[in-house]
């Protein structure tokens, strides 16, 4: 099947590399396809409409890439069936990722249309496959803010404490890659240590002293309300 990846961003990247296809400015549409069999929309949440809607009249299907639009935002497309293609992997566009490496959430207007997208996805080595309506998936999403999204601005501020004391910030890769191989055998309720978790008040104090030393009261806010979560989890 003839596949048009429309976007030049993150996903769009990494789908063009999976697809075997050159990305198409979702600006411009510039190289458009007018018979493409598969055409993805690969675009931030807030213009994926705005993008569906320029698409000319096509034979082909249409699906969009994002967690939290729902399908229904490709309902006046015009073509032969519509869907999404949401990749639950956190993506950027120096990293090339194979497909078997990315988990698909696939949801469409009608069976067969979920049976085409599904094949596609297969033939391009995609091959943790759920399929997710879009309550579901954006519910999936949600949960993807937590682990990846927040678990990284967290990791970001313990560099920038590293950074600041004059010590490499690659001392805490060892203790991340442990955080995340506990998980392949213990719940994350069940593996939580530090401070928080034994309601060490003492070193919390000490901790929070340090922050606003630093200057970080941000990141002090931040300390505050996690430690709480721990703590009357």
């Known amino acids: 099947?003839?596949?048009?990846?429309?976007?030049?961003?993150?996903?769009?990247?990494?789908?063009?590399?999976?697809?075997?296809?050159?990305?198409?400015?979702?600006?411009?549409?510039?190289?458009?396809p007018s018979e493409a069999d598969l055409y993805i929309i690969a675009v931030s949440d807030a213009v994926v409409k705005e993008v569906a809607?320029?698409?000319?009249?096509?034979?082909?299907?249409?699906?969009?890439?994002?967690?939290?639009?729902?399908i229904d935002a490709l309902k006046s497309v015009r073509c032969k069936g519509y869907g999404v293609m949401y990749p639950f992997q956190t993506i950027s566009?120096?990293?090339?990722?194979?497909?078997?490496?990315?988990?698909?959430?696939?949801?469409?207007?009608?069976?067969?249309t979920l049976s085409l997208i599904k094949s596609v996805a297969n033939e391009a080595g995609f091959s943790n496959i759920e399929i997710a309506d879009s309550n579901k998936r954006h519910r999936v999403h949600l949960t993807g803010t937590f682990a990846c999204n927040f678990t990284n601005a967290m990791i970001a501020a313990?560099?920038?404490?590293?950074?600041?004391?004059?010590?490499?910030?690659?001392?805490?890769?060892?203790?991340v890659e442990e955080t995340v191989e506990k998980l392949k055998s213990l719940p994350a309720k069940?593996?939580?240590?530090?401070?928080?978790?034994?309601k060490d008040f003492s070193t919390i104090n000490s901790?929070?002293?340090?922050?606003?030393?630093?200057?970080?009261?941000?990141?002090?806010?931040?300390?505050?309300?996690?430690?709480d979560y721990i703590m009357n989890k």
């Open 207 to 227: 901790h929070l002293d340090l922050l606003n030393e630093l200057k970080m009261t941000k990141e002090a806010d931040i300390y505050k309300v996690v430690s």
């Open 158 to 175: 313990a560099q920038k404490i590293l950074n600041e004391s004059g010590i490499s910030s690659s001392i805490i890769q060892p203790l």
């Open 53 to 70: 809607e320029k698409l000319p009249e096509t034979n082909g299907i249409v699906v969009h890439t994002t967690g939290s639009v729902p």
């Open 93 to 112: 566009k120096k990293r090339p990722l194979p497909p078997e490496k990315i988990p698909l959430l696939l949801e469409a207007s009608d069976i067969g």
């Open 1 to 32: 099947m003839k596949v048009a990846v429309i976007g030049t961003g993150n996903v769009g990247t990494q789908f063009s590399r999976i697809f075997g296809v050159k990305p198409i400015s979702s600006r411009t549409l510039e190289g458009l």
């Open 190 to 198: 069940d593996a939580q240590t530090g401070p928080a978790a034994r």
